[in-house]
């Protein structure tokens, strides 16, 4: 949890790759190896994803036998809560800034 | 009924501008402010429009010219208030029922003829809730799974 809490959760599911996982993942439960035959990318390169998702909150994993099964969170409402609250406070920032800048301009 | 997070967003902004201006440039710069990973569309965005009317859509337009419509202008009143519905779902996806969609309410407020209180509630989240929840696999022993189920069978009760 703590390494991720400072990115940005917008930037977490604006990458392609993670994107199509969390797609794949809302049909349902799937393990590493099912989403690597699914996605153009390796093995390696899913759990790394799949590790981001986690630690973001969007995906939980369970351990069945000796497999790793990794599906939606059911929290994520709450992510998506905490995506639209970044979206927002960057988005009135920028505005904030809009507005300086022409106000500035009108002098 | 506790819940674990409140499904509504607030955020508010003082902007050193004229109520009418501070309307005017949120509405007509929107995609100057909007941040850039706020894409859909499988292309860079080109453009991104603030319909003036209810009716309207905010929409991205990609160099390539197709178009992302993922907002639906509800209220449009100048220059004090503003309501659109939030039609991107959790798995980035446009919502296909207008049920599951959030909603934005923007609210101007003068506190002098060059200061304004720009006030944002995000509001109805969790009617994306049904959605996520749907899509997932519907075992029910997990935690949690109760309560979004009661929550979904609510949507109905109340939405019929």
Known sequence: MQTYHLEDEWAILGDRTRRAIVEHLAEGPLAVRELADRLPVSRPAVSQHLKVLKDAGLVTERAVGARRIYRLDPAGVAALRDQLDTFWSRTLAGYGEVIDRSVEEAK | ?160
């Not at chain 2, 007509?28 to 319909?51: C, Q, S, W, Y």
């Not at chain 2, 390539?64 to 419509?69: K, N, V």
Request: hydrophobic share 40%; net charge negative; charged share 25%.
């Open chain 2, 1 to 160: 009924m506790t819940k674990p997070t409140a499904p509504e967003v607030y955020r508010h902004i003082v902007v050193p501008a004229s109520i009418e201006k501070a309307f005017a440039v949120f509405t007509e710069r929107f995609g100057d402010f909007k941040p850039a990973e706020h894409n859909l569309l499988a292309v860079a965005i080109a453009e991104t429009r603030f319909e003036p009317r209810v009716g309207g859509h905010i929409y991205d337009r990609g160099i390539d010219g197709s178009e992302c419509r993922w907002a639906r202008v509800l209220v449009y009143e100048p220059p004090t208030r503003l309501v659109f519905s939030w039609d991107i779902g959790p798995t980035w996806q446009l919502v296909v029922d207008p049920n599951n969609a959030s909603e934005v309410e923007i609210t101007f407020v003068a506190e002098s003829p060059e200061r304004t209180r720009v006030e944002l509630i995000h509001r109805h989240i969790d009617r994306h809730g049904p959605g996520w929840e749907a899509v997932a696999d519907g075992i029910s022993g997990d935690a949690g799974w109760p309560l979004y189920l009661d929550r979904y069978a609510a949507l109905f009760a109340e939405g019929s």
